[in-house]
């Protein structure tokens, strides 16, 4: 069993940037696939961002590549979102989750076993 804890939402100016933080409990968390996932009011929930165990490997949902960037410290069990030039339509809810079954970064949410309660990301124009 794993628990995911994020922090670091906030209000922020559009131009501006923020950086997200998820800490997993649990022995095993190098073992996990990360992903970053949003969720904005009436919308579902999509991908931004997932890692694969030793951050070798990288992928990002289109409409925040070149903006955001996410890596992982195994031995802080830590996942970071670093967003860069937030745009109002960045607003959302943002979630970490882990995925304890795949071999690569997967972008739908049921591939995902665990996640964290969210954390609120509101940029202003």
């Known amino acids: 069993q794993v628990q995911l804890v994020e922090s670091g939402g906030g209000l922020v100016q559009a131009g501006g940037s923020l950086r997200l933080s998820c800490a997993a409990s649990g022995h095993t968390f190098g073992s996990y696939i990360m992903g970053w996932f949003r969720q904005a009011p009436g919308l579902e929930r999509e991908f931004v961002a997932g890692?694969?165990?030793?951050?070798?490997?990288?992928d990002y949902a289109d409409s925040v590549k070149d903006r955001f960037t996410i890596s992982r410290d195994n031995g802080r069990k830590t996942v970071y979102l670093q967003m860069n030039s937030l745009k109002p339509e960045d607003t959302a809810v943002y979630y970490c989750?882990?995925?304890?079954?795949?071999?690569?970064?997967?972008?739908?949410?049921?591939?995902?076993?665990?996640w964290g309660q969210g954390t609120q990301v509101t940029v202003s124009s």
């Open positions: 890692i694969t165990w030793g951050g070798g490997s990288t």
């Open positions: 989750a882990a995925d304890r079954r795949s071999n690569s970064v997967q972008k739908t949410t049921t591939a995902y076993d665990y």
